[in-house]
């Protein structure tokens, strides 16, 4: 079978992408905690601002861009090929099984539809976030960083709901590849959004104890430029694993 042929080609590229995305997560949640302020003083926060404010004024890269979020840019695009293989994966071998439930017997279109729309209004919530703290106004950010937390939040709410139903439709994670595979792709990026929702929650609980100022926007940022990322691949997965499902002509 073709499909046997191809799955060492997959392992090898999943493995790869593994080792690689655990590497440099490693090193981007260092730089990230070392970002975060402890609780200090009133002169220390104040010495450490203005220490900010010179640091984020003076970028030394070639690209004129700070370390730390070229080093995330880095980050996600082995991340993207850590979601490519395991999307390749799921198109070579969600249609190898031989017993069912198939795609079209547990799906259920409306309320993932729904849970899209949420999580892509986040991205937009973001935007605004990162807006609010650009300009200095802590009460926006907080209020727009809430409410994205709380759109993930939801989303979750809506992917456990839909894994509760698919187990009681009899898609487990070895009824067949079907199952093995959409868990293990819809989960991974579960996870994924799981950590945005506490990064999310954790820059809320922080911007009360003076750790997110407009000088340390920077940090704002790269949380949005993950949770994008988290959005795009969403979108990718919710074309592949669902759309392409949908019966032609109806």
Request: proline share 2%.
């Amino acid at each position: 079978m073709e499909a046997l042929k191809l799955q060492p080609v997959i392992t090898a590229f999943t493995v790869f992408g593994i080792f690689v995305c655990v590497l440099l997560t490693y090193y981007a949640l260092l730089n990230l905690f070392k970002s975060f302020p402890r609780i200090r003083s009133k002169k220390d926060k104040e010495a450490i601002a203005a220490e900010d404010a010179d640091v984020h004024h003076h970028v030394d890269t070639y690209t004129g861009e700070p370390n730390i979020k070229l080093f995330w840019w880095v980050f996600l695009a082995s991340d993207c090929m850590f979601f490519g293989s395991l999307i390749t994966a799921y198109l070579i071998y969600k249609g190898q099984s031989l017993v069912g439930p198939y795609p079209l017997d547990v799906f259920d279109m409306e309320l993932t539809t729904i849970s899209t729309f949420i999580l892509l209004l986040s991205s937009f919530f973001m935007v605004l976030t990162l807006s609010s703290i650009q300009k200095g106004d802590l009460g926006k950010f907080r209020f727009w960083c809430f409410a994205t937390f709380l759109c993930g939040l939801t989303f979750l709410g809506f992917q456990v709901y839909e894994f509760e139903h698919f187990i009681h439709e009899g898609l487990r994670l070895k009824t067949n590849l079907f199952g093995s595979t959409f868990y293990l792709l819809t989960g991974t990026h579960g996870v994924h959004v799981a950590i945005g929702v506490l990064w999310l929650l954790g820059m809320f609980i922080y911007s009360f104890w003076g750790g997110i100022t407009k000088e340390r926007a920077i940090e704002v940022e790269i949380a949005g430029l993950y949770w994008h990322f988290v959005d795009v691949v969403w979108i990718v997965i919710f074309s592949v694993i669902y759309l392409m499902e949908l019966p032609i002509g109806g």
